[in-house]
Structure formats: C-alpha cells, structure tokens
C-alpha cells in the first residue's frame, strides 16, 4: 500500500470575501496520479497554490509528511520566455533551492543532474539555446525538467497541454505516465483526452471537490455539468 504524502482536510479558502473552495478534503498517495478538471474559477488553481502555500487556507489544513518537497510547472502564460538564459540555465536555476546549501554555487553535481536530465527528456541537443528559440512543447519540457530537477516527491501542474498541437500534448502525457513511477502527480488540465493515458483518479472542482477512479469510461462532460453547482 502506497504511503500518503499529504492530506487536505476540512480546507476553505476565501478570497476578496468569496468563497473559492469550501470543506474539501482529500489524501495524495506516493504514487498517484489526480487529473483535475472543472470550471473557469472553480478553484483548481487556488488548490493548487493551497497546497503550495502560495494561498493560505481559511479553514481547516494541509497535512504535509515529513521533508515533502513539490516541483511545480505553472500555467505556460505566466512564463517570461523572452528571458535571456538558455535551457541549462533554466533548468540548472532551480538547484538553487536544493537542501543544506550554505551559497547560491552550482557544484559538478548540480550541473551533472541537469546534463542528465536533459538527456532523458531529449533536451541535450537545445542545452545552449535559449527558450525563446525552442517551440512550445520544447519550452513545456524545460519547464517540467526544472520542476523535476530536485526529485519532488509530488508534481503539480496546471494546464501543462493548454497551446500546444495533438502530439506535442500526447508527448506530454507519455511524459507523465513515466515520471509517476517515481513521483505523485496532479494535473490540472481541460483536456478531457487525459483520460485515455495513465491518470489513475479524476478530481472534479468547483468549490467543492469530488474524486472518482479513472476507468477511462468516465464521461468528463457529465462530471463537470454535475458539479456545476459545487
């Protein structure tokens, strides 16, 4: 039996006197693997930032285990990919936040673990390029390599697919579905097709969050209009 990670207990968030998610509760496993769909301004990537810390909880809390750490890919808009680094850099960035490290000094090690990532996800060949330079997929599989940089025991994702053609967001899921044999995973997405790869449970979210087991038999449209209310 898989170990829990964290859980959500009793969680409501209020913002701008409104509530956003009201008496959610769920656990995450070591290795499951949660699609989240709803709603625009359903809450899902208020959830998300919850369970970050981004966003504090009204009531109720986030039970977080012991040393938890999170790698997260946020929505592709918010990214300046205009910013003059190139993908090692971009990846090699986030060992600033690695443990027990006295001095922003990127080591042999770090630099190693970047090189081998990048030849994992077939990104050694851009290693000098800048992001501007890559396309959207290629910028998407720089961004979950950074997140990932620092072995995450949960990956959160929102929209990871939005923007990006038929097989670059299949490329994506294929991605995800080896990834979760090391890590959880909770993505956010509108992409109903999600239901056809490894996602193991669907998280429906419109204030309130209902859970159901993936049998790639669900109807999604059916899940969202059912909720619609909360």
């Given at each position: 039996?898989?170990?829990?990670?964290?859980?959500?207990?009793?969680?409501?968030?209020?913002?701008?006197?409104?509530?956003?998610?009201?008496?959610?509760?769920?656990?995450?496993?070591?290795?499951d693997?949660?699609?989240?769909?709803?709603?625009?301004?359903?809450?899902?990537?208020?959830?998300?930032?919850?369970?970050?810390?981004?966003?504090?909880?009204s009531?109720?809390?986030?039970?977080?285990?012991?040393?938890?750490?999170?790698?997260?890919?946020?929505?592709?808009?918010?990214?300046?990919?205009?910013?003059?680094?190139?993908?090692?850099?971009?990846?090699?960035?986030?060992?600033?936040?690695?443990?027990?490290?006295?001095?922003?000094?990127?080591?042999?090690?770090?630099?190693?673990?970047?090189?081998?990532?990048?030849?994992?996800?077939?990104?050694?060949?851009?290693?000098?390029?800048?992001?501007?330079?890559?396309?959207?997929?290629?910028?998407?599989?720089?961004?979950?390599?950074?997140?990932?940089?620092?072995k995450?025991?949960?990956?959160?994702?929102?929209?990871?697919?939005?923007?990006?053609?038929?097989?670059?967001?299949?490329?994506?899921?294929?991605?995800?579905?080896?990834?979760?044999?090391?890590?959880?995973?909770?993505?956010?997405?509108?992409?109903?097709?999600?239901?056809?790869?490894?996602?193991?449970?669907?998280?429906?979210?419109?204030?309130?969050?209902?859970?159901?087991?993936?049998?790639?038999?669900?109807?999604?449209?059916h899940?969202?209009?059912?909720?619609?209310?909360?």
């Amino acid at each position: 039996m898989d170990k829990i990670i964290f859980s959500v207990n009793n969680v409501s968030v209020f913002l701008n006197n409104s509530c956003v998610l009201e008496d959610v509760n769920f656990t995450v496993d070591q290795f499951d693997y949660i699609g989240m769909i709803g709603p625009n301004g359903g809450g899902k990537t208020t959830l998300i930032k919850a369970i970050l810390g981004d966003t504090p909880v009204s009531k109720g809390n986030i039970d977080l285990g012991r040393g938890v750490r999170f790698g997260y890919v946020p929505q592709f808009s918010t990214y300046n990919k205009s910013f003059p680094m190139t993908v090692f850099e971009t990846v090699l960035s986030a060992r600033i936040n690695v443990p027990l490290k006295s001095f922003h000094r990127y080591t042999s090690e770090d630099k190693e673990a970047v090189s081998e990532l990048l030849v994992r996800l077939q990104l050694m060949s851009f290693r000098d390029m800048q992001l501007k330079e890559l396309s959207g997929g290629q910028q998407q599989k720089v961004f979950i390599a950074r997140a990932i940089i620092n072995k995450p025991a949960v990956l959160l994702l929102d929209e990871p697919t939005s923007g990006l053609d038929v097989d670059t967001t299949k490329e994506i899921y294929r991605l995800m579905g080896e990834l979760n044999k090391e890590m959880a995973i909770i993505m956010v997405s509108h992409d109903f097709s999600m239901i056809n790869y490894d996602i193991k449970k669907i998280a429906c979210v419109n204030r309130k969050v209902h859970i159901h087991a993936n049998t790639k038999g669900l109807d999604l449209v059916h899940l969202t209009s059912l909720y619609a209310g909360g």
